[in-house]
């Protein structure tokens, strides 16, 4: 594995207690993590294991109580909230899993939106070619409503990898989908990684999904119960044997 010095993800001592009056309840009881740049990993663990207070906090999205977040080298986790806001234009690309698309805005319209918002050329020819990688040639001018889910999904993956950010942070992404779409789903989302050649974070509590994976994170209690690297062609070549 890369030293941390490579590291594209790079956590330290990451905690998160949440209060409520005189109450207060640890979600992370101190997280180490690097991850190096175009690692796949994929975090696991029960509900209430604290998989997505780690993947919003790597995101920016909340604070931590301590504990320090670093994206591609940059401290975030106390930035303000407009340098926060760039971290995430830039560096990271998010797939949620209830899709996030705006619903007056056509699948073209949405994949744009973050280059719209962060970039001074034209996108248009990015954004159809990432719609027509993942299969909707014909539904660029659809709105969210005449959408499948599964086609929504894919939109939201398009969107992701727009601005070619380095990291794509993932929270359940076929968690609203039945399986044989969510295998689709999942697939193009690895097809985009792989061509794109970003780091790709996604937690889940599927084993199918985590298969995939170069490495697998399993959470329990706030804290890292297994931290193991796995090689999927090899165990593919073995299952196939």
């Given at each position: 594995?890369s030293s941390?010095?490579?590291?594209?993800?790079?956590?330290?001592g990451?905690?998160?207690?949440?209060?409520?009056?005189s109450?207060?309840?640890?979600?992370?009881?101190?997280?180490?993590l690097?991850?190096p740049a175009?690692?796949?990993v994929?975090i696991?663990?029960?509900?209430?294991s604290?998989?997505?207070?780690?993947?919003?906090?790597?995101?920016?999205?909340?604070a931590?109580t301590?504990g320090?977040?670093?994206i591609?080298?940059e401290?975030?986790?106390?930035?303000?909230?407009?340098?926060l806001?760039?971290i995430?234009?830039?560096?990271?690309?998010?797939?949620?899993?209830?899709?996030?698309?705006?619903?007056?805005l056509?699948?073209?319209?949405?994949?744009?939106l973050?280059?719209?918002?962060?970039?001074?050329d034209?996108?248009?020819?990015?954004?159809?070619?990432?719609l027509?990688?993942?299969?909707?040639?014909?539904?660029?001018?659809?709105?969210?409503v005449?959408?499948?889910?599964?086609?929504?999904?894919?939109?939201?993956l398009?969107?992701?990898?727009?601005?070619r950010?380095p990291?794509?942070l993932?929270?359940e992404?076929?968690?609203?989908?039945?399986?044989?779409?969510g295998?689709?789903?999942m697939?193009?989302?690895?097809e985009l990684?792989?061509?794109e050649?970003t780091?790709?974070?996604?937690?889940?509590?599927?084993?199918?999904?985590?298969?995939?994976?170069?490495?697998?994170?399993?959470?329990r209690?706030?804290?890292?119960?297994?931290?193991?690297?796995?090689?999927p062609?090899?165990?593919?070549?073995?299952a196939g044997?």
């Amino acid at each position: 594995m890369s030293s941390e010095n490579h590291a594209i993800i790079a956590v330290r001592g990451l905690k998160k207690t949440l209060r409520s009056g005189s109450t207060s309840l640890e979600i992370l009881k101190g997280i180490d993590l690097s991850i190096p740049a175009r690692q796949f990993v994929v975090i696991m663990g029960a509900s209430g294991s604290g998989k997505s207070t780690l993947l919003g906090l790597l995101a920016g999205l909340d604070a931590p109580t301590s504990g320090t977040v670093a994206i591609d080298g940059e401290e975030i986790s106390y930035l303000s909230e407009d340098a926060l806001a760039q971290i995430r234009a830039t560096k990271l690309g998010f797939v949620f899993q209830s899709y996030q698309l705006i619903p007056t805005l056509t699948a073209l319209e949405n994949v744009l939106l973050p280059h719209e918002l962060h970039a001074a050329d034209d996108g248009k020819s990015r954004a159809q070619e990432l719609l027509a990688s993942v299969g909707l040639e014909e539904r660029m001018h659809h709105y969210p409503v005449q959408l499948s889910g599964g086609e929504q999904q894919r939109v939201a993956l398009a969107r992701a990898f727009m601005l070619r950010p380095p990291v794509i942070l993932a929270d359940e992404p076929t968690g609203n989908l039945d399986s044989a779409t969510g295998a689709r789903v999942m697939e193009l989302l690895l097809e985009l990684n792989r061509r794109e050649g970003t780091t790709l974070v996604l937690v889940t509590h599927d084993a199918s999904l985590a298969a995939h994976a170069e490495r697998k994170i399993l959470l329990r209690d706030g804290r890292i119960e297994a931290d193991e690297l796995c090689w999927p062609d090899e165990q593919d070549a073995k299952a196939g044997a």
